[in-house]
C-alpha cells in the first residue's frame, strides 16, 4: 500500500477540481510529526506563476483535499507562508500494519518493473590482483541495488565482467616472470612466481595466473562480501566467438567508423560525445570500447535486457559516454545506466590506514574483513552516496558498543525478538491487527510512521539509485523502535494493549530485518 501514491491521486484530483491542470508538485514527508505526516509546497509554486498569495491558493486547496481525501487524511492545514500539511487518519496506519502482518517477508515487494528484465554490472576488476577497497565498494552497493530493484517487481541479473583478454593480461605475466616489464607487486606475485612451470610466454602466464587470482583470489573475497553472482562473464569469450569482430563490421555498415592515420574511430559524435572514439588502434589492437560495445550488444540482443547498470569506479567517468553512443549506435538508447562509484579512504585516529602487506600499495579488501565483520563493512559501505567520497571510519568500525551503527540497528531486532520471545507468541500466527485505536501515543504513532517509509524507499531507490537512504532508514527505525520500547510497556497488564503494542512490534521486526535483508546484513535474534 503505497500511501504516497493515494495521496499523489487526491491531490491530482483536487488540482484538477481547481482549475490548476497540469500542475507537477511534490509530495514532502514532514520531518516534525507537529507538521503532518506529508506536506505539499505546490500553494507557493501556483502563487508565484500567478501573481497571488499562496495563503489565499493554500486554502482554497485545503478545502478541496478535505473533501477529496476524507478516507485518507485526518487533518489537512495551512502554514504560512503557504505550505498544506496533510495529517493521516487511523486507518491508514491500520491498514497499514495488516499488510505487513499479512506479508511478513514479502512485505514492501512493489510492482513497478512488472518484470522488465534488469542486469546489474559490478565491481568487474581486472583479475590482476586481490580487489581493493576501491573496486570492491562496488560490491555492497551493486549487490544491495540489484536487491532493490528486484524487490520493486524487476527479474534481476548480477554480473561480474571479467577482462581477461589484452595487454593487462600480458603485463600481469611480465610480472609474475618478474622481467624488465613486470608491472604489478606484492606477496600474491611471489605466490603466483614460486608456482610457475616452464613457461615463457607473458601472455599464456597472464592468463594462467588471471585464471588463478579470479578463482582463488577474488571469487573467494567476493563470497566473504555475502555476493553471488548470477553470471561471470569473460571477454575472451567475445573474442573466441568474433564478437568483436562483428560489432565491429556492423558499425562499419551503418557508416559510424573511418580511418584516420591507421586507426578506426566510431563517429561517437553523431550521438552527443565530445569527440570520436578509437576503435581499434593503429598497431591493429581493439580498444576496450570495441570490447565493451560487443558486451552489451550480448547484454541486450542476446540476453533482452530491458535495461542495464554499470557500477564503475568514479575514474572511469571519460569512457561512460563512448559506451553510451556505441550502444545508441546499437539501437538500445536510454536502456544503459553507469552509476559512477567515488574513492574509499580508510581512518584511524583521523589518519589514513594503509593497511595491506601483500599486495602493494593499496589496501585490499580481504585486509578489511580480517579486522572488521562483513555486515559492518556493508553498512558503512553504503552509507554516503555514490556521488561522495567515502571515509571509512575503522575505529567506529570496530566499536562494538551502540555507537556503531550497525550494532544499534542490530540490536534493535534482537530487542525485537526478545520482547516477542517473552510474549511467547508465533508471530506466523498473527495477521491483522485487532486493537489498532490503541496505538496513539506518540512513540506508536512514530513507530507507525516509519513503517510506512519502507514502500517508499523502495520506490525512490530504484529510480534514484541513491542506495544510502537504507541504511538511513534503518536506522532511524531502529531509533524509533528503541524509543517506543522505552517509553512503551508493550507486554502491557491490559490484555487489549499488549495485543495491540505486540502487532506492532512484529510490524517493526518485519519492516527491520526487511531492509537489512535488502542490504544484505543479518538480522540477529540474540546479541
Not at 559510424?256 to 569527440?275: C, H, N, P
Request: glycine residues 6%; proline residues 2%.
Amino acid at each position: 500500500m503505497l500511501i504516497r501514491n493515494e495521496i499523489k491521486k487526491v491531490v491530482k484530483n483536487s488540482l484538477k477540481k481547481e482549475g490548476f491542470l497540469e500542475t507537477e508538485f511534490q509530495i514532502l514527508r514532514s520531518k516534525e510529526r507537529a507538521h503532518g505526516d506529508y506536506s505539499l509546497s505546490i500553494a507557493l509554486e501556483i502563487g508565484k506563476k500567478n501573481k497571488v498569495n499562496p495563503i489565499e491558493i493554500a486554502n482554497k486547496l485545503k478545502e478541496r483535499l478535505e473533501k477529496e481525501g476524507k478516507k485518507i487524511f485526518d487533518k489537512v492545514e495551512v502554514l504560512p507562508p503557504g505550505f498544506i500539511n496533510l495529517f493521516l487518519n487511523q486507518k491508514c496506519f491500520l491498514d497499514l500494519l495488516n499488510e505487513v502482518l499479512k506479508k511478513k517477508e514479502s512485505f514492501g515487494n512493489l510492482d513497478i518493473g512488472k518484470g522488465k528484465k534488469v542486469q546489474v554490472e559490478f565491481i568487474s576488476a581486472n583479475p590482476t590482483g586481490p580487489l581493493t577497497i576501491g573496486n570492491a565498494r562496488g560490491g555492497p552497493f551493486g549487490d544491495t541495488l540489484a536487491n532493490v530493484i528486484k524487490k520493486a517487481g524487476y527479474t534481476t541479473e548480477k554480473a561480474y565482467y571479467i577482462n581477461d583478454y589484452g595487454k593487462q593480461i600480458t603485463s600481469l605475466g611480465h610480472s609474475v616472470l618478474k622481467d624488465e616489464e613486470a608491472k604489478y607487486q606484492g606477496e600474491y606475485i611471489d605466490f603466483l612466481h614460486n608456482r610457475l612451470g616452464d613457461e615463457k610466454d607473458p601472455y599464456r602466464i597472464g592468463k594462467w595466473a588471471s585464471y588463478i587470482i579470479l578463482k582463488e583470489v577474488i571469487k573467494a573475497t567476493v563470497e566473504k562480501m555475502n555476493i553471488h553472482f548470477d553470471e561471470w562473464f569473460s571477454e575472451t569469450w567475445l573474442y573466441e566467438n568474433k564478437r568483436v569482430e562483428k560489432v565491429l563490421e556492423l558499425l562499419k555498415k551503418k557508416d559510424l567508423t573511418y580511418e584516420s592515420e591507421g586507426a578506426v574511430f566510431f563517429k561517437a559524435k553523431q550521438f552527443g560525445d565530445i569527440r570520436d572514439r578509437v576503435l581499434v588502434k593503429s598497431d591493429g589492437k581493439n580498444t576496450y570500447l570495441a570490447g565493451d560495445i560487443a558486451y552489451h550488444e550480448y547484454k541486450f540482443k542476446d540476453k533482452k535486457f530491458d535495461k542495464v547498470i554499470n557500477v564503475w569506479g568514479a575514474d572511469h567517468a571519460g569512457d561512460v559516454k563512448g559506451l553510451e553512443s556505441g550502444v545508441e549506435a546499437l539501437g538500445y538508447k536510454g536502456r544503459l545506466d553507469t552509476v559512477l562509484l567515488q574513492f574509499v579512504t580508510i581512518l584511524q585516529d583521523g589518519e589514513q590506514v594503509r593497511m595491506s602487506k601483500r599486495a602493494g600499495n593499496y589496501v585490499t579488501m580481504d585486509d578489511l574483513l580480517n579486522d572488521v565483520p562483513v555486515d559492518v563493512v556493508r553498512f558503512f559501505f553504503l552509507q554516503k552516496s555514490f556521488n561522495t567520497h567515502l571515509n571509512f571510519n575503522l575505529d567506529l568500525a570496530l566499536d562494538e558498543s551502540e555507537k556503531n551503527p550497525v550494532f544499534y540497528v542490530k540490536y534493535a531486532h534482537a530487542r525485537i525478538c526478545s520482547v516477542l520471545r517473552n510474549a511467547n507468541i508465533n508471530i506466523k500466527n498473527i495477521k491483522k491487527v485487532k486493537h489498532a485505536k490503541l496505538l496513539n501515543k506518540e512513540p506508536e504513532i512514530n513507530l507507525m510512521r516509519e513503517i510506512l517509509k519502507f514502500e517508499e524507499i523502495v520506490e525512490d531507490t530504484v529510480r534514484d539509485y541513491e542506495i544510502h537512504r537504507l541504511p538511513q532508514y534503518a536506522l532511524d527505525l531502529a531509533q524509533a523502535f528503541h524509543k517506543f520500547y522505552n517509553d512503551c510497556k508493550i507486554l502491557d497488564e491490559d490484555k487489549k494493549m499488549r495485543e495491540a503494542r505486540i502487532e506492532l512490534t512484529v510490524a517493526a521486526k518485519f519492516a527491520l530485518s526487511n531492509i537489512l535483508d535488502l542490504m544484505g546484513i543479518s538480522s540477529p535474534e540474540k546479541m
